[in-house]
């Protein structure tokens, strides 16, 4: 036993049964009269203590030898095993190229062949294997046997008899363990996998798990790269290929840890057929003998649209298994979520790793219950992260999961299976339902598909069968998605319906955008580059404490190292990874609140950044429904409610010679005719007209009646008596910018009318029955915010039966010029508001439609977009030699100005898509200087809206593209982040879907996005704050040589820490956008103005406080000068303690009150409710305790005496551990306590208010603009941002 420690309380127990007694000293002015006694007894006792030999280890013993043996003999066996397997005796061909897709003919990735445990070959590596297992859990065990030694060595444990009888000793040891254990752990970080490193090398025919590396996706920025930024990066990137040199060394396969690569060990499975195989990112590949390498699993059906109606038959029940094989069932292979899964995978991280070896350091010197403590906050910030994770993977998984059945055409017969069993090649009957592959139609032309959770499409559409005629065309899905069905999609309506399968699983259009999904990343940020400098910063300052602690602290190193882990542990807080991710999944929270869904919710932090969003005109800027009473048709579980007959286009009138006479009157020949016949209505089972809203609304006007037969043939009975059947239909092309129909008069002859855009029309006229004033027709309407289209027709020689053999080429040419049909635009009701919000945000808000442009430009001006006193250059056509005829808006040819120019003199740009396409093919660096003031992009294809996005982003503008799916798609898959207009819940078409279809949502998310961005940045400040406010408590604690108690630790660490960093993420959005966007720097000038200017406060009040106390005269006999820091209960009841946990544990409140104001992006501070009531709560408790001597300041131990003790958090009440039997102060100087943490608060929140979100903010702006800049082209300086 140790007798020493037992003297010493013995010591202690005597001095206390001597001065414990009724009365209290307050007497501040007589110390050594009031003290005289007790000092000499102190002596006295001291003077009792005698040296007592302990036994002590050598660490050369058996054991020990043993234990240093087996931590050298793994990590060598481990490396001499990498060594063996990948360069003694690597395996010929066991690595070979790996085919992204069936058609692919070169690749980067790579496939490599291992042999898992289950072999023989592969015997030595399981049992390394089990070996380096057990070695690391070993490591924890042997911490916690020596921290069980450590409370057996000072009786707090008395079953077993001491191991080591010096504390020393058992310090010493538990240390060695920790910092051996921390390396070793760290090492087996590195792979990708610790099993794989021991998996044997084999050919890919014998492989049972499959590595496949492929190159990591490059780093998509959100926002511009500054010369700072890439300065950092390039720092990080030496940093990072000087560690994968050196692990590469160790593990002797640069594939295992090369940074540039992801790998993926992925397990060969084998079918009923014997195939083997195995799944990456939702794909099957298969192991082809011949090549003797694993290929895509895929089956192509046809390459032409006669190839498809060749195979109208159906496949026979022999072939079906042998598809089977090659691609699999039809199901996305997706392993269905479980939430401990997502707990063990995230705690599996790194930094996870790093705060459980810091908890170890916590447990001896009776610091367990603060090991317990910071247990509790890494546990809870993991399980926030992970329960975030989680519910993102488990909404994903329900997007995959479906079931049901399907009727399929095999050997002749239809029989009903599980849509799990189609193969590509299937026919199967189209029925109401959940279609589960890609198909294209074979026969039968009554069908409605809803494609709302696909494409975001906001309307249900028909789809026809394929044409015959067409058969030689070589089938794209763009080019015919009038006869395409894609898996995802809802079958509204279908009767009689065959359609061929294309492709299952992972290979249909559904499949391909999950895939996109699952391998997204999201656009990087500066604090992401950032953060890693940060905590090289950190880890270099928690050097700097470690030593400065241990050599402030004048005892043991045992005891000095420990102190200083605190310092370390401290230095880089434990929830610093979680308050991103807490913020986001608040804000998602709140968005799904407003009917805005989000598929992917780390893309709110990228839209809190977004300073340009593309509309497309109709239906997003413009009134979705007329004043007609709504009608809606059910299927399923959905309702599509609307008019169906109006998407922001109202029909004005239509006549022969341009004019914009409104009425129907002059309705009539062949005009009547062709907007009678010349659209692709159908009638749904409830007699509801479907299809595009524009033909519906030109239709309605004529005052035809539409009736369909049971086989899909239109006929119509006109309001002049005329009868006409539709014979054939050419769906609207966007290449041609036509939509045809052939019909036939009652009276047998046939003609063919052609409507489209008036250029493509005139292009396919005769020159001589072309209007004079065509052009003039066009400009004038557009001008006036007319949506205008040109009808033409001519006689067909053909009779009913040969026009199905007519292909589209040879029916639009030669044609009659018939009239124009006009059709006005509406402005949504939230149109203008939107838009000037955006505007007020600083958000360039810009139009990009297939519409006219002069008609954009004039609906641009109505809503807003482009205000009264600028003037408009419109970038007219594009010659044959590239020249730009550049217009003003008289339509007077003018010259471009320069970009200076074109600022100065508040100018915005218009061009179509030939001209935009001409721009970037002339330069694409004048392309991007022009593209920032081009407010209206016209004629625009789905090509030409994904080029005019992809230009803004590569130049670093944060774009977000607002669609409803369909021709949308493209640009929504471009932007940064796109904003679906659907009623799919969901939709895969966009990271955000507005389920109420409102462009308000647009303004919505982007006000979550600055919030979550702004409420991250001020929890990462307070989170860095705190860690630095309490390593500087460590330091100062160091240097007095005293501690805190419990309960003060517990609610510093704890309680305070964990709550004010949560609750701060709970700030609202502000109700408008602010001129700025927020912060996303780390170390830009805005940040650490405001971080370093809290911090330097805080330190500077707390020297103040510490002076003040040094300069009391009641102090000066009060001093605590003990230097034994072995046991924390008697070195806390003093002075230097108790004003230090004053004033620097409300800076642990005060600091977050500060970080609370909104910044104009959060709203105001008291609007969250939740943080304010916690700070006021705790303010009011703690200015008690300060002024009050009671059980509460009891607590911490504050203004104590032997009365009003309360139980500590590991033992029940102590007694106060110091030689003048109080810690109460005089009440003058707990006042001026109070007035110093007063002013410390109103310090730093007026340095929060005024100067870094006033003053501040301008120099910040300077600063960044000069820094970060100075390098870029001329033409991206001047839409930066103003604050980075």
Not at 422 to 448: C, K, W
Not at 899 to 915: D, F, P, Q, W, Y
Not at 1231 to 1243: D, G, Q, R, W
Request: some cysteine; aromatic content about 12%.
């Amino acid at each position: 036993m140790n007798v020493t420690h037992h003297l010493t309380t013995f010591c202690f127990v005597a001095l206390r049964a001597y001065i414990l007694s009724p009365r209290v000293v307050l007497d501040f002015d007589s110390c050594n009269a009031a003290f005289g006694t007790i000092y000499k007894n102190t002596t006295d006792c001291a003077a009792l203590e005698e040296e007592e030999s302990v036994t002590l280890y050598t660490l050369r013993e058996g054991g020990f030898v043993a234990i240093y043996f087996w931590a050298c003999f793994i990590p060598f066996s481990m490396i001499l095993w990498c060594y063996f397997n990948q360069r003694i005796a690597p395996v010929s061909g066991s690595t070979m190229p790996l085919m992204m897709q069936s058609d692919s003919s070169q690749t980067s990735w790579t496939q490599t062949g291992y042999k898992g445990f289950g072999s023989m070959s592969s015997s030595i590596g399981l049992f390394l294997y089990l070996l380096t297992m057990i070695t690391l859990f070993g490591y924890q065990i042997l911490l916690g046997l020596t921290t069980i030694f450590y409370y057996i060595q000072q009786d707090a444990i008395t079953w077993f008899r001491p191991v080591f009888e010096d504390e020393i000793q058992v310090l010493k040891v538990h240390a060695i363990t920790w910092g051996v254990g921390f390396f070793y752990t760290i090492l087996l970080k590195w792979p990708t996998s610790i099993r794989s490193v021991f998996y044997r090398r084999s050919t890919l025919a014998d492989a049972t798990h499959v590595a496949v590396m492929t190159p990591r996706a490059q780093e998509k920025m959100a926002e511009e790269t500054s010369s700072r930024l890439k300065a950092i990066k390039s720092v990080i990137t030496v940093i990072k290929n000087a560690v994968t040199r050196v692990m590469s060394f160790i593990y002797c396969d640069r594939r295992a840890t090369d940074l540039d690569f992801d790998v993926a060990y992925c397990p060969v499975e084998i079918d009923g057929n014997g195939i083997r195989h195995f799944f990456f990112r939702l794909r099957r590949y298969n192991f082809d003998d011949k090549s003797q390498l694993y290929i895509p699993g895929s089956i192509v059906v046809g390459e032409t649209l006669n190839d498809y109606l060749r195979l109208r038959s159906g496949l026979d029940s022999m072939e079906v298994p042998k598809r089977r094989s090659v691609v699999g069932a039809n199901t996305i292979k997706m392993t269905r979520p479980i939430f401990i899964v997502t707990m063990i995978s995230e705690f599996s991280k790194f930094f996870y790793t790093y705060q459980v070896f810091m908890i170890w350091t916590w447990f001896p010197l009776w610091y367990y219950y603060m090991a317990c403590v910071q247990s509790v906050i890494v546990f809870t910030g993991g399980l926030v992260v992970s329960i975030f994770r989680y519910r993102n993977e488990r909404n994903l998984y329900r997007i995959t999961r479906v079931t049901g059945n399907v009727s399929v055409l095999r050997d002749g017969v239809v029989n009903t299976v599980s849509h799990t069993e189609l193969v590509p090649g299937d026919v199967v009957v189209v029925e109401p339902g959940m279609a589960y592959a890609d198909m294209i139609v074979l026969s039968g032309n009554d069908i409605i598909v809803d494609e709302a959770a696909l494409t975001g499409e906001s309307t249900p559409i028909a789809k026809v069968a394929v044409d015959a005629a067409e058969g030689n065309a070589v089938y794209t899905y763009m080019s015919h998605k009038r006869h395409s069905i894609s898996a995802g999609t809802r079958i509204v309506e279908a009767q009689g319906i065959m359609a061929v399968v294309l492709s299952t699983g992972s290979h249909t259009s559904k499949g391909e955008m999950l895939r996109d999904i699952l391998t997204y990343q999201r656009h990087q940020f500066k604090f992401d580059a950032e953060v890693k400098v940060v905590v090289g910063i950190l880890a270099l300052y928690a050097i700097f404490g470690f030593t400065l602690t241990v050599l402030l602290y004048k005892d043991d190193f045992a005891f000095e190292w420990y102190y200083g882990m605190f310092v370390v542990g401290t230095s880089l807080p434990p929830l610093l990874p979680t308050v991103f991710t807490v913020s986001v999944g608040i804000s998602d929270d709140r968005l799904a609140r407003k009917r805005i869904a989000c598929v992917n919710n780390e893309d709110i932090l990228v839209a809190g950044k977004v300073r340009r969003v593309f509309f497309d005109k109709t239906g997003k800027l413009f009134a979705m429904f007329d004043d007609r009473p709504p009608v809606a048709f059910h299927c399923l579980n959905y309702v599509f409610a609307g008019t169906l007959t109006k998407q922001g286009l109202d029909f004005i009138g239509a006549s022969a010679d341009g004019k914009l006479d409104t009425g129907r009157a002059k309705l009539s020949g062949n005009l009547l005719l062709g907007m009678a016949t010349c659209h692709n209505l159908k009638l749904s089972s409830k007699g509801l007209l479907v299809g595009n809203n524009v033909d519906h609304n030109m239709f309605v006007a004529t005052g035809t009646d539409l009736s369909q037969s049971s086989d899909g043939s239109v006929s119509l009975a006109l309001n002049d008596g005329t009868c006409v059947t539709v014979l054939k239909r050419f769906e609207f092309d966007h290449h041609r910018m036509t939509q045809s129909a052939i019909v036939q008069r009652s009276d047998g002859t046939v003609c063919v009318f052609v409507k489209g855009s008036g250029e493509s029309i005139e292009r396919l006229c005769l020159r001589n029955t072309n209007p004079e004033n065509f052009y003039n027709n066009l400009e004038n309407a557009a001008k006036q915010g007319i949506y205008q289209i040109s009808l033409a027709m001519k006689e067909l020689n053909y009779d009913a039966k040969s026009v199905v053999t007519l292909s589209r080429d040879n029916v639009e040419n030669g044609l009659t010029f018939v009239g124009f049909i006009n059709f006005k635009n509406q402005l949504r009701e939230d149109t203008p508001d939107v838009l000037a919000q955006l505007g007020a945000g600083d958000v360039i808000s810009t139009m990009v439609t297939g519409d006219n442009t002069l008609t954009g430009i004039n609906i641009a001006r109505e809503a807003g977009l482009i205000k009264e006193d600028e003037e408009i250059i419109f970038g007219k056509s594009v010659d044959s030699a590239g020249i730009i005829t550049w217009v003003n808006e008289d339509g007077d040819v003018t010259s471009l100005p320069s970009v200076g120019k074109i600022k100065n003199r508040s100018i915005a740009l218009a061009v179509t898509g030939k001209v935009w396409a001409a721009l970037n093919a002339e330069s694409q660096g004048n392309a991007s200087a022009l593209a920032p003031f081009i407010r209206v992009f016209g004629r625009c294809t789905p090509l030409d809206k994904v080029s005019v996005i992809e230009s803004f982003v590569s130049n670093g503008t944060t774009c977000c593209m607002v669609g409803d799916g369909g021709n949308d798609c493209g640009a929504l898959k471009a932007a940064h982040i796109g904003i679906a207009l659907s009623d799919a819940e969901a939709s895969v078409v966009a990271p955000f879907t507005s389920l109420d279809k409102s462009i308000t949502s647009v303004v919505e998310v982007l006000k979550e996005g600055r919030c979550a961005l702004a409420s991250a940045l001020a929890s990462y400040k307070y989170m860095i704050i705190y860690g630095q406010v309490e390593s500087i408590n460590q330091i100062a604690n160091a240097y007095f040589s005293v501690t805190f108690h419990e309960w003060c630790w517990v609610f510093m660490d704890g309680i305070w820490m964990m709550s004010m960093a949560f609750a701060l993420s709970l700030a609202h959005a502000e109700t408008r956008l602010s001129p700025k966007r927020p912060t996303s720097s780390l170390l830009g000038a805005h940040t650490m103005f405001s971080a370093l200017g809290v911090l330097v406060t805080n330190f500077i009040f707390t020297c103040i406080a510490l002076g003040l106390l040094t300069s009391q005269d009641w102090y000066s006999c009060r001093k605590w000068d003990s230097t034994d820091i072995s046991n924390i209960t008697l070195i806390g009841d003093n002075y230097e303690a108790s004003v230090l946990f004053i004033v620097t544990g409300y800076q642990y409140i005060s600091t977050a009150m500060a970080f609370n104001f909104g910044y104009t992006h959060r709203a105001s501070w008291w609007k969250n409710y939740v943080f304010v009531s916690l700070a006021s709560i705790y303010t009011i408790v703690h200015f008690l305790a300060t002024v009050w001597p009671s059980k509460l300041s009891c607590l911490w131990r504050l203004n104590c005496t032997n009365e009003n003790v309360v139980p500590a958090v590991t033992a029940s009440r102590i007694p106060i551990n110091n030689v003048f039997n109080t810690t109460v102060m005089p009440l003058g100087f707990r006042i001026e306590l109070i007035v110093i943490m007063v002013f410390n608060t109103i310090a730093i929140m007026s340095w929060e208010y005024f100067f870094v979100n006033g003053v501040g903010k301008k120099i910040a702006a300077r600063l960044n603009k000069k820094s970060d800049f100075s390098n870029q082209p001329a033409y991206l300086l001047d839409h930066q941002d103003d604050v980075v």
